[in-house]
């Protein structure tokens, strides 16, 4: 990074007058650069998570394999070594995970040495805490269940997510440190002011705080991050040839859980994954991006939000992602 | 979203501002006027609200609901907190926090106004200066908001008349003087039909001043936080005790104003001690200088006893260490102010506890008139003198955000009740 100090460099101000252009005001000032907008939320980010470290008595951060807690793992990796995170891992697994990614997360946790703890929703159906319609139906809804559950188990009073403010329109209405009661329930209309960079974290046992550090990051963000920071992420992210049919206005990849109904058309097409969740519900996109710089010229130019391209479970209604967070979903 | 060479992304600055404006000024069309004029919004967000529009049976599209974000808010046709949109131009990256102009809602304004470099204040061309407008400007100017825009709004409801415009700048630019701010961009728009907005348009070619996004992209804002004062506080003390690593002890925290050099002289306060940077170590190697806003990790030369909640700076540039200040409150909760209770304060690092000694008046947000009041409710904004159970290590607001602002907790309800900016010493 350059910095120019007492380098006196001339500005001109907007025009101060109403109307017209008169003489404009030139102000002499100091300058010195700015960080980049990567560097910016790189350390407000590192900052958030330090602050979590600093103030819960014992806090997690969620971990899916996806490329948004691929990036969270690095911005703790900024904030904590040379020391340990001060936190273990925790994925909630719906069962319906893309095995590639299920071994991307065993390994990306092996490779940092931190701890890893999975929850499985399979044992919520087992022990009857999770009753399905069908085993095909999509999981998304019901990880809310197995995730309270394991915050119960391990009393955990912080929760730190990948979300992302750009990625839903509930989303953008949450706060960085998202209160949520002993029911895991959020209160849109009842959350706590957040001003400055100064965050509240306490809470009363029971209860406990969603930490979303990467709020602040649209999906472009993260994948010039990806870039700079040459950081591996599964393969099913990169263009590649399935066997998808067309439902909705959407792909569904053919699998053990989605098989064509009658006048379904299964076709090998060219696709990747925008998001990696559960695989009954999340839809590739037509892509030929194959390297993440190429992702990167995909996404930037891209007409369809990240969430409308490849979730069936946000397009049931126009608030969907708003009724799921009010159940405890992260 | 335009297409843009992801090269050239890599280093832009980033640019948060807000959005103020009473009820019905056109904020949310402002919003998805420059979403839309900027390419920033999605084909399944278009569809979705053109479906929503011819639902509700008008024609076109209704751009204002691009910002609806809850069940409750489309119900009832309004927006009920702070939501955060992002776009991005060749040029830079924008966050914008859209706060609602209701009154039981000027926490939230607050709230967005805290962390924005820049706030367009809305004005309806028909109506003119109203009481919210002058009550948004004084949120604006108390929160320190760098850069201020009048955008004098729905200028198509009358008739793009420049007369219309000047009075309300005028209007204007005599409250402004009240509060003492002059660094005010005037602009007339029409949010619905995009004049002046992106595009100029052809409504108002007695306007030659600059289009809204032609500001937002080029004003500069390298000059918002303060550069001259290193401030750290420690956020944490990172000793991992390894072999290799046996004596390492790191304080974790980021520059919060100023920049900081190995070598650097430094004192720790409260406690007064002093030393030397030794070392500043990042994930990405050691670093020679660094400066605000990063996140470091830095070593000095001795050991001294320093944790959570101190804070390093230049030896030569000392902040203030008080047990006692006054500070412009503005009390956010539905609870009101007890003076007989203790409150905690967060003050950068450090939460201590707290008593509101003396309330020495409420501002009349819409006359700026001070009053003697005994107790501060929702909404109410004062000057009030804190002590404070351990020294607090600040500097004045209007001299450094970061180090002059803190947020007041309820200890029985853990909730956010107030947000505080500190005074200079009277005098």
Request: glycine share 6%; with cysteine.
């Amino acid at each position: 990074m350059d910095i120019i100090l007492s380098d006196m460099q001339e500005f001109i101000t907007p025009v101060p007058n109403f109307v017209m252009k008169s003489e404009p005001i030139v102000i002499k000032r100091r300058t010195a650069r700015q960080l980049g907008h990567l560097d910016a939320l790189e350390s407000e980010s590192i900052h958030i998570l330090r602050e979590v470290a600093a103030e819960c008595a014992n806090p997690a951060l969620l971990f899916s394999g996806g490329k948004d807690s691929i990036v969270l793992l690095r911005l703790a990796e900024k904030a904590f070594r040379p020391g340990r995170f001060p936190f273990p891992l925790l994925h909630i697994d719906t069962g319906h995970n893309f095995p590639e990614v299920i071994e991307f997360r065993d390994r990306r946790a092996q490779q940092l040495g931190e701890r890893l703890i999975v929850r499985s929703m399979e044992d919520s159906i087992r022990q009857g805490r999770v009753v399905l319609r069908s085993e095909n139906q999509s999981r998304n809804a019901f990880q809310s269940v197995t995730l309270l559950d394991a915050i119960a188990e391990f009393r955990f009073d912080a929760c730190i997510g990948g979300a992302r403010r750009d990625e839903e329109k509930a989303r953008a209405k949450e706060r960085i440190f998202s209160f949520r009661d002993e029911f895991g329930q959020w209160d849109p209309k009842n959350q706590r002011p957040e001003l400055w960079d100064i965050y509240n974290t306490r809470v009363h046992a029971g209860e406990n705080i969603r930490v979303f550090p990467i709020s602040n990051w649209t999906e472009l963000d993260v994948w010039e991050y990806i870039a700079r920071e040459q950081l591996e992420v599964p393969h099913i992210y990169f263009a590649h040839t399935r066997e998808v049919i067309r439902r909705g206005n959407g792909l569904l990849p053919v699998s053990h859980l989605v098989q064509p109904k009658d006048g379904e058309q299964p076709e090998n097409i060219m696709v990747r994954f925008r998001t990696v969740g559960d695989m009954s519900c999340t839809c590739p996109v037509e892509s030929t991006a194959t390297s993440v710089d190429e992702i990167i010229a995909e996404t930037a130019i891209t007409r369809i939000t990240e969430r409308g391209a490849t979730r069936m479970d946000d397009q049931t209604s126009d608030a969907s992602m708003e009724l799921r967070k009010k159940e405890g979903y992260f | 979203m335009s297409v843009i060479e992801s090269t050239a992304l890599d280093n832009i600055e980033l640019l948060r501002f807000i959005t103020a404006g009473s009820v019905d000024d056109g904020k949310s069309t402002l919003i998805g006027r420059l979403l839309h004029d900027s390419k920033s919004i999605f084909e399944d967000q278009l569809s979705a609200i053109t479906h929503t529009t011819s639902k509700r049976g008008m024609k076109g599209v209704d751009l204002s609901l691009l910002t609806d974000g809850l069940q409750a808010e489309r119900e009832q046709g309004i927006t009920i907190d702070v939501a955060y949109r992002y776009f991005a131009t060749p040029k830079r990256k924008f966050i914008i926090a859209d706060t609602p102009g209701h009154e039981q809602y000027t926490r939230n304004m607050v709230t967005g106004a805290s962390t924005a470099n820049l706030a367009i204040i809305l004005i309806d061309a028909r109506k003119g200066v109203l009481v919210q407008s002058r009550r948004h400007t004084y949120l604006a100017s108390l929160v320190g908001i760098p850069h201020l825009v009048v955008a004098v709004n729905k200028m198509d409801l009358v008739d793009y008349s420049c007369e219309v415009f000047e009075r309300i700048c005028r209007d204007f630019a005599a409250f402004a003087e009240e509060l003492k701010l002059y660094n005010i961009t005037y602009m007339p728009m029409s949010a619905l039909n995009g004049d002046m907005v992106v595009e100029r348009g052809d409504n108002l070619p007695w306007y030659e001043g600059v289009t809204l996004m032609d500001l937002l992209e080029n004003i500069p804002i390298d000059h918002d936080i303060n550069l001259d004062d290193f401030r750290f506080p420690v956020q944490l003390v990172c000793r991992p005790q390894t072999e290799e690593l046996h004596d390492f002890r790191g304080y974790m925290g980021r520059i919060e104003s100023g920049s900081i050099q190995v070598g650097d002289a430094v004192t720790v306060l409260p406690s007064g001690l002093t030393s030397r940077i030794k070392e500043i170590v990042t994930y990405d190697g050691p670093l020679d200088h660094a400066i605000a806003p990063q996140s470091v990790t830095l070593t000095i030369e001795d050991h001294l006893d320093i944790s959570r909640g101190d804070m390093l700076v230049k030896t030569e540039q000392k902040p203030r260490v008080t047990r006692e200040f006054e500070a412009m409150l503005c009390w956010l909760s539905e609870q009101p102010l007890d003076p007989k209770r203790k409150y905690l304060v967060k003050h950068t690092t450090r939460i201590v506890k707290a008593l509101v000694s003396r309330i020495n008046y409420r501002v009349d947000v819409n006359t700026l008139n001070r009053e003697a009041v005994d107790i501060f409710r929702m909404n109410d904004i004062g000057r009030v003198t804190l002590k404070v159970q351990q020294p607090l290590v600040c500097d004045d607001y209007e001299r450094n955000h970061a180090t002059g602002s803190f947020i007041v907790i309820d200890e029985a309800s853990n909730n956010t009740v107030a947000a505080g900016m500190i005074c200079p010493p009277e005098g």
